[in-house]
């Protein structure tokens, strides 16, 4: 009998290789082969002993469908970030930086949950159940009825998890550390993640429990092990933030049950985890008016509006290859962006250092916020200040034409109850210029290309600072 050959698994993107790589040739990562064996994992069992299939009914897509249930956390952000509350039999994927506050968001929410009488189970792979004690009483949380303990083997978990009353919530922490038995592997690899994993979700749709998995991340933000797991998930979500702010965001990438790119604030505490109900009224505070290179951006996250600062530094460089350093946005559009106004604005910027940033700490996604960059980088190079009661928000084409968004309704009803009064914004059929879409007594600056917002920004200046911008287009 031939010996069986071990596979090699890249345990970054899960490519397999019959030999030993330096370099995985799917992903381009070093070092990331392990070798494993190939009558593991998932389809081993099958493999092994294949068995005759059953015939199963078809239905169609015609009938009627109830909206599924919901078990309210108790905490209201991460409640929005899941779509109303958790789906029984659902399992959700959470992935974020060492020290972020996972763990402590989890245990306030199991805390929450338990004090409504639901049964909550607590499993943790990294820490023993001490340690876990020691965060809740820090949190004033001790005095909830959360099950705690330690333990890693999946095949433990799952049986000790059935006995008694289905809890409504299982955390586990995280599913790097946890093994199973059918996957002769390491635990973190892929095949022991893949595995694990799916023998938790397949409990949890058997059980009708929700499980909220906890992952590692790589150096560059994204989630570790293969990606399989997040596609076999029902819900992933990403939590943000560093040390130098004092605040969090739970955003959701992918949600079966509810809108993506959902986002919850949450500021870090003495007392754990603070829910923020008002977060562009964060993003917000102390900023400086008065101040050249700052444009308010009404942007949107999921379906909340959201109004962040985007900052602008514009200097001229003694290098010979000016500086592009950008913190929160794409500097890729950053890059396209300073064409546009070159080509169609008449704004010389290859000569110039360009920082660009967003206030907080905040992750800028969408492309309405071209008008507010492009608005904060003129205003810098000018040395015009933008008026305090104005915010922005617009996709820039390359041909200069600014580009309607969707939710402008939204954007400047969120501006006017900040107080904001005046908006510049694109206009056309799907624009802010219509009259359902403006709220009473917000000024709407409506334009069709970038050169508009240029002059309109360059009127701003005082003692000759529209003529600097002659100056800088040469």
Same mark, same amino acid.
């Given at each position: 009998?031939?010996?069986?050959?071990?596979?090699?698994?890249? =345990?970054?993107?899960?490519?397999?290789?019959?030999?030993? =790589?330096?370099?995985?040739?799917?992903?381009?990562?070093?070092?990331? +082969?392990?070798?494993?064996?190939p009558?593991?994992? %998932?389809?081993?069992?099958?493999?092994?002993?294949?068995?005759?299939?059953?015939i199963?009914?078809?239905?169609?897509?015609?009938?009627?469908?109830?909206?599924?249930?919901?078990?309210?956390?108790?905490?209201?952000?991460l409640?929005?970030?899941?779509?109303?509350?958790?789906?029984?039999?659902?399992? #959700?994927?959470?992935?974020?930086?060492?020290?972020?506050?996972?763990?402590?968001?989890? %245990?306030?929410?199991?805390?929450?949950?338990?004090?409504?009488?639901?049964?909550?189970?607590?499993?943790?792979?990294?820490?023993?159940? @001490?340690?876990?004690?020691?965060?809740?009483?820090?949190?004033?949380?001790?005095?909830?009825?959360v099950?705690?303990?330690?333990?890693?083997?999946?095949?433990?978990?799952?049986?000790?998890?059935? $006995?008694?009353r289905?809890? @409504?919530?299982?955390?586990?922490?995280?599913?790097?550390?946890?093994?199973?038995?059918?996957? &002769?592997?390491?635990?973190?690899?892929?095949?022991q993640?893949?595995?694990?994993?799916?023998?938790?979700?397949?409990?949890?749709?058997?059980?009708? $429990?929700?499980?909220?998995?906890?992952?590692? /991340?790589?150096?560059?933000g994204?989630?570790?092990?293969?990606?399989?797991?997040?596609?076999?998930? &029902?819900?992933?979500?990403?939590?943000?933030?560093?040390?130098?702010?004092? +605040?969090?965001?739970?955003?959701?990438?992918?949600?079966? +049950?509810?809108?993506t790119?959902?986002?919850?604030?949450?500021?870090?505490?003495g007392g754990?985890?603070?829910?923020?109900?008002?977060?562009?009224?964060?993003?917000?505070?102390?900023?400086?008016?008065?101040?050249?290179?700052?444009?308010?951006?009404?942007?949107?996250?999921?379906?909340?509006?959201? #109004?962040?600062?985007? =900052?602008?530094?514009?200097?001229?460089?003694?290098?010979?290859?000016?500086?592009r350093a /950008?913190?929160?946005? &794409?500097?890729?559009r950053?890059?396209?962006?300073?064409?546009?106004?070159? @080509?169609? *604005?008449?704004?010389? #910027?290859g =000569?110039?250092?360009?920082?660009?940033?967003?206030?907080?700490?905040?992750?800028?996604?969408?492309?309405?916020?071209?008008?507010?960059? @492009?608005?904060?980088?003129?205003?810098?190079?000018?040395?015009?200040?933008?008026?305090?009661? !104005? /915010?922005?928000?617009?996709e /820039?084409?390359?041909?200069?034409?600014?580009?309607?968004?969707?939710?402008?309704?939204?954007?400047?009803?969120?501006?006017?109850?900040?107080?904001?009064?005046?908006?510049?914004?694109?206009?056309?059929?799907?624009?802010?210029?219509?009259?359902?879409e403006?709220p009473?007594? !917000? *000024? #709407?600056? $409506?334009?069709?290309?970038?050169?508009e917002a240029?002059?309109?920004?360059?009127?701003?200046?005082?003692?000759?600072?529209?003529? *600097?911008?002659?100056?800088?287009?040469?």
């Amino acid at each position: 009998m031939a010996k069986a050959r071990s596979n090699f698994i890249c =345990q970054a993107c899960g490519a397999i290789s019959p030999r030993w =790589q330096g370099k995985c040739e799917a992903c381009g990562e070093w070092n990331t +082969f392990v070798e494993e064996a190939p009558a593991s994992g %998932i389809g081993a069992a099958a493999a092994r002993g294949a068995k005759k299939g059953r015939i199963f009914a078809l239905e169609g897509l015609s009938g009627e469908s109830q909206p599924a249930p919901r078990i309210l956390s108790g905490l209201a952000e991460l409640d929005r970030v899941t779509g109303g509350g958790f789906v029984p039999g659902s399992v #959700l994927l959470i992935g974020g930086e060492p020290g972020i506050g996972k763990s402590t968001l989890l %245990i306030q929410a199991c805390a929450a949950l338990a004090r409504k009488g639901e049964r909550v189970v607590y499993i943790s792979g990294e820490e023993a159940a @001490a340690q876990v004690r020691l965060r809740a009483e820090r949190l004033g949380l001790a005095d909830a009825a959360v099950e705690l303990a330690a333990e890693t083997s999946v095949e433990d978990i799952i049986a000790t998890l059935s $006995a008694g009353r289905t809890p @409504a919530l299982v955390v586990i922490d995280s599913i790097q550390t946890m093994w199973t038995d059918t996957a &002769d592997a390491t635990a973190g690899t892929v095949t022991q993640v893949r595995g694990a994993a799916q023998a938790l979700i397949r409990f949890a749709k058997l059980s009708g $429990a929700c499980v909220i998995l906890v992952g590692h /991340v790589t150096k560059d933000g994204q989630i570790a092990g293969p990606r399989v797991v997040e596609h076999m998930v &029902d819900a992933v979500a990403s939590f943000e933030g560093d040390g130098s702010h004092h +605040f969090r965001i739970l955003r959701n990438v992918k949600n079966r +049950f509810g809108p993506t790119d959902e986002i919850g604030v949450f500021e870090m505490t003495g007392g754990g985890l603070a829910e923020v109900a008002n977060p562009s009224a964060l993003f917000l505070a102390g900023r400086d008016g008065s101040a050249a290179g700052a444009a308010v951006f009404a942007g949107m996250e999921g379906t909340r509006p959201v #109004l962040v600062e985007i =900052q602008a530094l514009v200097a001229p460089s003694a290098l010979g290859t000016p500086r592009r350093a /950008v913190v929160g946005w &794409d500097p890729s559009r950053l890059s396209m962006l300073v064409a546009v106004l070159e @080509a169609h *604005g008449r704004i010389k #910027l290859g =000569q110039h250092d360009i920082y660009l940033n967003v206030a907080g700490g905040m992750k800028i996604t969408e492309p309405a916020a071209d008008l507010a960059a @492009a608005a904060a980088l003129v205003s810098s190079l000018v040395g015009a200040a933008l008026p305090q009661d !104005m /915010v922005f928000f617009g996709e /820039v084409g390359l041909s200069g034409a600014v580009r309607p968004v969707p939710h402008a309704g939204l954007r400047l009803k969120e501006a006017s109850k900040l107080g904001f009064s005046r908006a510049v914004a694109p206009q056309g059929p799907q624009g802010a210029d219509s009259k359902s879409e403006k709220p009473n007594g !917000m *000024g #709407l600056n $409506a334009i069709r290309h970038i050169g508009e917002a240029i002059a309109d920004i360059a009127a701003l200046g005082r003692g000759g600072a529209s003529g *600097g911008v002659k100056r800088a287009a040469g």
